[in-house]
Nanobody, 114 residues
Framework: QVQLAESGGGVVQAGGSLRLSCVASGRGFRFLIMGWYRQAPGKQRELVARITSGGITNYADSVKGRFTISRDNAKDTMYLQMSSLKPEDTAVYYC????????WGQGTQVTVSS
């Protein structure tokens, strides 16, 4: 089973940018549909972006046009470039397969101040 580790979160002002990384260990990353998820305080975890093994992407309406998901199969790594960040983007961000089948990692905290 693939194991995942997220990094790259931090505190940023509204309108700023961050780039998250997700490193996968274990076999088969390149064949997996992967996703970035987030969970805000008091809310359910939600899928915000998804990418197929071939690079086809989908986004939640709330992040469309601001976030870009990408992957480097040679490095077993997935990215989330986040721009024009809003306070409502504040959450813990996780990566997983889509739909989620791997164990959840610890996530990376993103805090957007107004």
């Amino acid at each position: 089973q693939v194991q995942l580790a997220e990094s790259g979160g931090g505190v940023v002002q509204a309108g700023g940018s961050l780039r998250l990384s997700c490193v996968a260990s274990g076999r088969g990353f390149r064949f997996l549909i992967m996703g970035w998820y987030r969970q805000a305080p008091g809310k359910q975890r939600e899928l915000v972006a998804r990418i197929t093994s071939g690079g086809i992407t989908n986004y939640a309406d709330s992040v469309k046009g601001r976030f870009t998901i990408s992957r480097d199969n040679a490095k077993d790594t997935m990215y989330l470039q986040m721009s024009s960040l809003k306070p409502e983007d504040t959450a813990v961000y996780y990566c997983n397969t889509a739909p989620e089948r791997a164990d959840w990692g610890q996530g990376t905290q993103v805090t957007v101040s107004s």
